[in-house]
T-cell receptor, first 113, second 110 residues
């Protein structure tokens, strides 16, 4: 039981490049989330999904897109990376957030130069 | 606006020196308050969920309590391995989302 996994662990991009971050969970959770964590800012929600085929905007969605084609996977895309997107990205999942906690992945450290 | 504030930002303790971390919140209809532990370079790890004022939960040297305005994470006789950042998050009654505080960075010295 791997829990929540994220790939890659580290990535360096140049301004304007694109990339996709992959999150996978093997707990059969309906809900999945993408957060970014910046010093002094706490964890901020980018996008989330309440089930396969659904997505919704969080607190800071601009510049990001997501897809949830399979229940176990949640992809975060950056179409044209900007230095302001330098951050640590965490994926999380939950069976039902009204009753249960979120489980977090190990994070992806992204640097945009 | 829903908000979570944690204090202090950083706390240095001698091994065995008990203390408390504070999480104050304003939220419309609290559904749950969550405490997480985060080690450097890792994702947050779930510790506790509290649902109603007066509720308490314990795990080893940690004890979390909840009132209508704030939560405390009490650390009794801490050890160096308790060093980490402790995050507090709240869930409002009408959402599926968590609002996180900025955390308290705890360092425990031998």
């Amino acid at each position: 039981n791997a829990g929540v996994t994220q790939t890659p662990k580290f990535r360096v991009l140049k301004t304007g490049q694109s990339m996709t971050l992959l999150c996978a969970q093997d707990m059969n959770h309906e809900y999945m989330y993408w957060y970014r964590q910046d010093p002094g800012m706490g964890l901020r929600l980018i996008h989330y999904s309440v089930g396969e085929g659904t997505t919704a905007k969080g607190e800071v969605p601009d510049g990001y897109n997501v897809s949830r084609l399979k229940k176990q996977n949640f992809l975060l895309g950056l179409e044209s990376a900007a230095p302001s997107q330098t951050s640590v990205y965490f994926c999380a999942s939950s069976y039902d957030p009204r009753l249960y906690e979120q489980y977090f992945g190990p994070g992806t450290r992204l640097t945009v130069t | 606006e829903d908000q979570v504030t944690q204090s202090p930002e950083a706390l240095r303790l001698q091994e065995g020196e008990s203390s408390s971390l504070n999480c104050s919140y304003t939220v419309s209809g609290l559904r749950g308050l969550f405490w997480y532990r985060q080690d450097p370079g890792k994702g947050p790890e779930f510790l506790f969920t509290l649902y109603s004022a007066g509720e308490e939960k314990e795990k080893e040297r940690l004890k979390a309590t909840l009132t209508k305005k704030e939560s405390f994470l009490h650390i009794t006789a801490p050890k160096p391995e308790d060093s980490a950042t402790y995050l507090c998050a709240v869930q409002a009654g009408n959402t599926d989302k968590l609002i996180f505080g900025t955390g308290t960075r705890l360092q425990v010295f031998p």
